[in-house]
């Protein structure tokens, strides 16, 4: 099985900062990652695909990059409703998939 | 835009089984893409458990493959989950969601999930 790893688990920004969120994954994986937000209560939301494409209607700050086995959600100036879990997920040999454990975003 | 909402029966006893069924309304899920199953544990991780094809071939995760089986009903637009032989472990709230091919596979339409508890 494909292992994802993201770092870290859980962080702290204000509002207007710029952070970024790893994922890494056991093996190369290509750019056959997404990545998914999720706020409480509610379903994952989907952001990135691919790696580095924007889902529709999805916030122009928000960005992904990498390839192979590393890769870096970015969020460039938060806002408060930023403020969720996110996951990134592995489909390189879907339909079979693993998602990473998770990343908090909390408010400082 | 398609939706898809989960049913489930709440509380299940140990050792029985689990039956959750997802009702997707505006996309015909014999037409295309793949249909699937995510679950939650409270404060924990997702876990995909399984995927079925809109032509009826299903993946399973390796380490559910022995208790779970995922199936398509084309009568009424919905696919469904058993889970044999439940433990504590299986409490969760478990999502369906509809997984496409774009550039990647990935999971673009998700139901608001339903939450399974096993006790006794």
Not at chain 2, 64 to 88: G, K
Request: one cysteine or more; aromatic letters at 10%.
């Amino acid at each position: 099985d494909i292992q994802m790893t993201q770092s870290p688990s859980s962080l702290s920004a204000s509002v207007g900062d710029r952070v970024t969120v790893s994922c890494r994954s056991s093996q190369s994986i290509g750019t056959y990652l997404n990545w998914y937000q999720q706020k409480p209560g509610e379903a994952p939301k989907l952001l990135i695909y691919a790696a580095s494409f924007l889902q529709s209607a999805v916030p122009s700050r928000f960005s992904g990059s990498g390839s192979e086995t590393d890769f870096t959600l970015t969020i460039s100036g938060l806002q408060p409703e930023d403020f969720a879990t996110y996951y990134c997920q592995q489909t390189y040999n879907a339909p079979r998939t693993t998602f990473g454990q998770g990343t908090r975003l909390e408010i400082k | 835009q398609v939706q898809l909402q989960e049913s489930g029966p709440g509380l299940v006893k140990p050792s029985e089984t689990l039956s959750l069924t997802c009702a997707v309304s505006g996309y015909s899920i014999n037409s295309a893409y793949y249909w699937g199953w995510v679950r939650q544990p409270p404060r924990k991780d997702l876990e995909w458990i399984a995927t079925i094809s809109h032509s009826g071939s299903a993946y399973y995760n390796p380490s559910l493959r022995s208790r779970v089986t995922i199936s398509l009903d084309t009568s009424r637009n919905q696919f469904s989950l058993r889970v044999n032989s439940v433990t504590a472990a299986d409490t969760a709230l478990y999502y369906c969601a509809r997984e496409v091919q774009k550039e990647v596979a990935q999971f673009d339409s998700w139901g608001q999930g339903t939450l399974v508890t096993v006790s006794s």
